[in-house]
T-cell receptor
């Protein structure tokens, strides 16, 4: 079956612009996660959606970052007024329920000039 | 101090060698331990998943967890050039507000040369 998909694969933007990154989880998975992977660094947790519960936003680095998940499926991560330090690979993962194996998408490579 | 420490390498070994990859952690609440493999410009893929302490074997891969020492390992036997990738350890808690999120090491870059 289809895995986690993300779009776009690559995004180049200018400092100060807003960007939207999309994640389409595996069908039927109720848990969805966003992580960020900077050059030479491990994955950094950003946000976690579990069913209809309030999301765990504790990993979002600033109020320029926000995410939503519509209809319990597709999620969008929005970065407002992008900065050069936002350049990274943004990875989305989903799991059947929370605490189960997380399956990752290929990521979106964001470059802020 | 990061909650999960992993030597980033790089590690370079000849084909057929036994590879040992390790992580240490500080949070005693971690109960689920994973190893992911990440090829260049790809997302991480799960290799091994272990709950609590002990060993788990899957083909050429063996995962070990020593909770008393807060130390986990991944062994790769008869390493192949196709094993060349970055290996990430990850773990999660069994309770509390962080339930569900994974904590990752920085990853170890492995090259197996023919």
């Amino acid at each position: 079956g289809a895995g986690v998909s993300q779009s776009p694969s690559n995004k180049v933007t200018e400092k100060g612009k807003d960007v939207e990154l999309r994640c389409d989880p595996i069908s039927g998975h109720t848990a969805l996660y966003w992580y960020r992977q900077s050059l030479g660094q491990g994955l950094e947790f950003l946000i976690y959606f579990q069913g209809n519960s309030a999301p765990d936003k504790s990993g979002l680095p600033s109020d320029r970052f926000s995410a939503e998940r519509t209809g319990g499926s597709v999620s969008t991560l929005t970065i407002q007024r992008t900065q050069q330090e936002d350049s990274a690979v943004y990875l989305c993962a989903s799991s059947l329920i929370g605490r189960e194996t997380q399956y990752f998408g290929p990521g979106t490579r964001l470059l802020v000039l | 101090q990061k909650e999960v420490e992993q030597d980033p390498g790089p590690l370079s070994v000849p084909e057929g060698a036994i590879v040992s990859l390790n992580c240490t952690y500080s949070n005693s609440a971690f109960q689920y331990f994973m190893w992911y493999r990440q090829y260049s410009r790809k997302g991480p893929e799960l290799l091994m998943y272990t709950y609590s302490s002990g060993n788990k074997e899957d083909g050429r891969f063996t995962a070990q967890v020593d909770k008393s020492s807060k130390y986990i390992s991944l062994f790769i036997r008869d390493s192949q050039p196709s094993d060349s990738a970055t290996y990430l350890c990850a773990m999660s808690a069994d309770r509390g507000s962080t339930l569900g999120r994974l904590y990752f090491g920085r990853g170890t870059q492995l090259t197996v040369w023919p």
